[in-house]
T-cell receptor, first 115, second 115 residues
Framework: AQKITQTQPGMFVQEKEAVTLDCTYD???????LFWYKQPSSGEMIFLIY??????QNATEGRYSLNFQKARKSANLVISASQLGDSAMYFC????????????FGSGTRLSIRP | DTAVSQTPKYLVTQMGNDKSIKCEQN?????MYWYKQDSKKFLKIMFS???????INETVPNRFSPKSPDKAHLNLHINSLELGDSAVYFC??????????????FGPGTRLLVL
């Protein structure tokens, strides 16, 4: 079964601290893509970062990095130096090779940054 | 210069009515999608079109019918609206041809409320 699991429904973090959002996935495909999206309270879905299953380096985009551990099937998002504007829902997602362009989303983690 | 746009942003209607949501992308992408996000924030794909052809059709009631007049547009028509159709509907697009490696870019969402 193809599945994404996000075990943290909500998190509170102090501003300027780093935060790790957990994501594990399940797929029998050898080739797949992993994504993180941010959904602020305004509702739009914003693409943050992508990791391919054959990428040897962990993906990084500014303050976002993806801690990819293939053997553990985990793809945690790390946000460094958190800001108030980082408060949002964060969704981990996967696109297995066998599903062509279909993306499967996790249930999301609501991140709240405290000033 | 919105990349993926949807209209309307909000839609309030009575049960039994028929309504349409429009989506347009100016990214030159070949593939477009419709997702439904329920009240618990769970996102699920409904349909996907590549170059005006249907490629993904998840288990969605027949009352939902996507229409793609050209590859830049993917509209969603809903017949005989039911209370359970209340949700946020997101349109998305991706370049096409790269399968599981493709990043999908989302529109702002249409908040549908059926009374």
């Amino acid at each position: 079964a193809q599945k994404i699991t996000q075990t943290q429904p909500g998190m509170f973090v102090q501003e300027k601290e780093a935060v790790t959002l957990d994501c594990t996935y399940d797929t029998s495909d050898q080739s797949y893509g992993l994504f993180w999206y941010k959904q602020p309270s305004s509702g739009e879905m914003i693409f943050l970062i992508y990791q391919g299953s054959y990428d040897e380096q962990n993906a990084t985009e500014g303050r976002y990095s993806l801690n990819f551990q293939k053997a553990r099937k985990s793809a945690n998002l790390v946000i460094s130096a958190s800001q108030l504007g980082d408060s949002a829902m964060y969704f981990c997602a996967m696109s297995p090779y066998s599903s062509a362009s279909k993306i499967i989303f996790g249930s999301g983690t609501r991140l709240s940054i405290r000033p | 210069d919105t990349a993926v746009s949807q209209t309307p942003k909000y839609l309030v209607t009575q049960m039994g009515n028929d309504k349409s949501i429009k989506c347009e992308q100016n990214l030159g992408h070949d593939t477009m999608y419709w997702y439904k996000q329920d009240s618990k924030k769970f996102l699920k794909i409904m349909f996907s079109y590549n170059n005006k052809e249907l490629i993904i059709n998840e288990t969605v009631p027949n009352r939902f019918s996507p229409k793609s007049p050209d590859k830049a547009h993917l509209n969603l028509h809903i017949n005989s609206l039911e209370l359970g159709d209340s949700a946020v509907y997101f349109c998305a697009s991706s370049q096409g041809g790269q399968g599981h490696q493709e990043t999908q870019y989302f529109g702002p969402g249409t908040r549908l409320l059926v009374l």
